[in-house]
């Protein structure tokens, strides 16, 4: 896509409905309550296929063969051992802090890895280096995460296993119990539901990394920063937290009633994209109940009247339960603990960002936009004395 102008564009706060690229990658259709990964429906896809299938779809723009999923996959198994450099210094970086802080340990041990394994700037690899680059990042990414959690927990760290898939592995190297195939697969749905999902926050953010020129690592990391904001990727344990704040059915009009008046967002609701209802949380309430329990029982009862009192108070807004809704309660049936839930989602949605940064990588140009500056008119004279 290539648009010359004179002068400055106004757009819209936040850069909403403005597009600044062109991706082979996939789209949101929000006003439909659809989004798709390449040609395929991505929920079609948490449905039926694999994370591997997917990764390799994002990766080449087609679904693998059987062939070629079973070499992907055991191109992957390996690249999830950690370098020793990276192992060594882990325990050091999940002791950092009071609070356990699993995304900015991820991105201390990412950029330790493209220390120890040179990565170089995407603007001086091929495509095959970059490729590579890409499928270590996102394959040792869910180790990392788990071997922190392990090491704050006072545990010790597990190694992956190869005759395990990606989904498998991720809730063995947490939970140090191999999972039930029930629940390796309603993490798989999840993951599969998470790997992109248009211009995002830090899918934007990678991108303009990418841009530049610099190594994957560096993109990855700042992806990492902009998603760790709780109004992007770190609000499904806040949701699970406002059923534990509600607590029983009889006070769900109360408790919401008094988040909108005093001004609070309501975590696990809304979206800035979808009109409608968000496919993915239709997809996960489903697997939910599936999984069964009281917990679902009580979420079902809160989500549907939590969608009542909201359409009484903000009549027109169309808001409905979003993707963290039901993702912290199907995590939580599956034995993952709160302070790894949005870990979770980094697990899949780094497979997503390297995507994004290989398909920027193909374009030579910088993403430099311009701002209007409001401060005091210039120039003034700078004042010679101190009085």
């Given at each position: ?11 819209p ?6 597009v ?18 390449r040609?395929?429906?991505a ?30 996959s ?8 950690l ?13 950092a802090?009071?609070?356990?802080n699993p995304?900015?340990?991820?991105r201390?041990?990412?950029?330790l890895l ?64 191999e999972?039930?195939?029930a629940?390796?697969?309603?993490i798989?749905?999840y ?19 990418a ?11 700042g ?8 109004l ?38 809304g ?25 679902v ?39 993952l ?6 870990p ?19 374009d ?16 003034v ?7």
């Open positions: 896509m290539s648009i010359t102008v004179e002068g400055p564009i106004e757009v706060p936040g850069l909403r409905n403005v600044v690229t062109e991706t082979r990658l996939g789209d949101v259709r929000g006003d439909e309550g659809f989004y798709h990964y040609q395929y429906s929920i079609e896809l948490s449905r039926a296929k694999t994370v591997e299938d997917v990764w390799f779809l994002m990766y080449e723009g087609r679904l693998p063969t059987a062939a070629e999923l079973a070499t992907f055991d191109t992957i198994a390996p690249l999830r051992v370098p020793a450099e990276v192992q060594a210094a882990l325990p050091a970086i999940a002791a802090g009071s609070a356990f995304l900015a340990g991820l201390t041990a990412l950029s493209a220390a120890a394994r040179e990565l170089p700037p995407v603007w001086d690899a091929d495509p095959v280096r970059r490729k590579a680059d890409a499928m270590l990042v996102c394959a040792v990414t869910p180790t990392i995460l788990a071997a922190l959690y392990r090491l704050r927990e006072g545990l010790e760290p597990l190694e992956p296993r190869a005759d395990l898939s990606t989904a498998a592995n991720w809730l063995y190297l947490v939970t140090g119990q999972p039930t195939e629940k390796a697969r309603a798989e749905h993951l599969i539901s998470t790997i992109d999902h248009g211009f995002n926050a830090s899918t934007f953010t990678a991108r303009v990394i841009s530049t020129g610099a190594d994957v690592v560096s993109a990855v990391a992806a990492i920063g902009a998603f760790s904001g709780p992007h990727g770190g609000a499904p344990d806040r949701a699970l937290a406002s059923l534990d704040e509600i607590g029983t059915p009889d006070r769900i009009d109360d408790w919401v009633r008094a988040k909108v008046s005093a001004g609070d967002r309501i975590m696990g609701f979206h800035a994209v979808y009109r409608t209802e968000d496919p993915r949380s239709l997809m996960l309430r489903d697997i939910a109940r599936g999984l069964g329990g009281d917990l029982d009580f979420a079902t009862t809160v989500e549907q009247r939590i969608v009542e009192v909201l359409a009484e108070l903000k009549p027109g807004r169309n808001l409905y339960a979003n993707v963290e809704f039901y993702a912290g309660v199907v995590m939580s049936l599956c034995d603990p709160r302070a790894m839930f949005t979770t989602f980094a697990t899949s949605r780094v497979i997503g960002w390297t995507a994004n940064i290989l398909e920027q990588s193909e030579p140009k910088i993403i430099r936009p311009s701002a209007r500056y409001v401060g005091p008119p210039p120039p004279t700078v004042p010679i004395d101190r009085t």
